[in-house]
Structures are given as C-alpha cells and as structure tokens.
Nanobody, 126 residues
Framework: QVQLVESGGGLVQAGGSLRLSCTASGRTFSIYTMGWFRQAPGKDREVVATISSSSATTYYADSGKGRFTISRDNAKNTVYLQMDSLKPEDTAVYYC???????????????????WGQGTQVTVSS
C-alpha cells in the first residue's frame, strides 16, 4: 500500500517562502517519478512540478518557473517543493503524487498518477 504524507503548508505573506515535503512508503521510492500538483477553489487540479527518479529531469509549470524548485532525497523517500517569491495566486491545496506501480514515469496530467497525498493548504496573503 503506497502512502504519501505531505507537510509544510501554511499561511505566508506575498514574497515569502515555504518548503513542502512529501514522504512516501509502501514501495521502492527511488525508481518512480514524483509530482507536485495544486488545486485552487473552483479550478482543476494542475501540475506544479515533476522530478524523475534520479533527479536528472525536472519539469516546472510556467506559473512556478524561476520561483519553485523540486528536489528529492531517495535515501529518505522524500520529495520537496521549495517555493519562493510566493504570490496570492499560488494559494491552493498542494498534493504530491506518484504514478502507478509498474510505470515509472508519470507525465504532467493528474490522471497519470494513482497515488496522492492528503494535501496541504498553502495560503498567500497580499
């Protein structure tokens, strides 16, 4: 049973920073892509960033380029999302996600991911 547990959300002023963490258990973490997604009220869930199993390849949505950094520590089964220069429009519930067992690459669409954390709220005040 794959489990993903996020932490690190909170309330921050515009221009501030937060670091989200997601710790995985239940299968070999190091061979799978991991992704961060977010969902704002009334909007669809969207990709924020993804990282390949070895950290060699990362992807960032335009909204976070230059401000967000995804990283992972395979020894700790943990993926991180460092968010700097936060804006009010970054306010959302943030989720980490993992692709189904047997498919190491998840891609950019939420439907490609089977496992999700519980979500952590990020609120950026203006």
């Amino acid at each position: 049973q794959v489990q993903l547990v996020e932490s690190g959300g909170g309330l921050v002023q515009a221009g501030g920073s937060l670091r989200l963490s997601c710790t995985a258990s239940g299968r070999t973490f190091s061979i799978y892509t991991m992704g961060w997604f977010r969902q704002a009220p009334g909007k669809d869930r969207e990709v924020v960033a993804t990282i390949s199993s070895s950290s060699a390849t990362t992807y960032y949505a335009d909204s976070g380029k230059g401000r967000f950094t995804i990283s992972r520590d395979n020894a700790k089964n943990t993926v991180y999302l460092q968010m700097d220069s936060l804006k009010p429009e970054d306010t959302a519930v943030y989720y980490c996600a993992a692709p189904p067992t047997g498919r190491s690459w998840g891609g950019l669409h939420p439907s490609n991911y089977d496992y999700w954390g519980q979500g952590t709220q990020v609120t950026v005040s203006s």
